[in-house]
C-alpha cells in the first residue's frame, strides 16, 4: 500500500488533489502513510454515523490498542511535492 501511494505520488502533479479508501488501520497510522508518501490532508472514517466516530475517538485517546479502533478511511489529499516528471523539467531547465 506504501509503494502504491508512492507511486501515485510520483505521477500526480504539484498541488493535485488525491482521494480515495484506506483499508482498516488507526487513524494515526493512515494519516502517518500519507504523509509517508508526500500527501497532506485529511482522513474519515467509512464505516458509521458521526456516534460511532465520537466513540471510537474517546476510546483512541484513552489508550486502547489499535486492534480496537482500526477501520477503513476515506481520504482527501493534496500532492505537496513535485512529480518525477517535473522534477526533471526542473533540473533540465
Known sequence: LAALLV??????????LVLGE???M????ADNLLA??????TTVPLDGPETKFRERLV???EGVPDSD???PWLFSTQQMRLS?????THKTY
Open 84 to 88: 518525477t516528471a517535473q522534477m526533471g
Open 36 to 41: 509517508d508518501a508526500g500527501l497532506l490532508g
Open 26 to 29: 488507526a487513524q494515526r497510522d
Open 69 to 71: 479502533c482500526s477501520h
Open 59 to 61: 476510546a483512541e485517546q
Open 7 to 16: 507511486d501515485v505520488s510520483n505521477l500526480a502533479a504539484f498541488h493535485s
Open 22 to 24: 484506506l483499508p482498516a
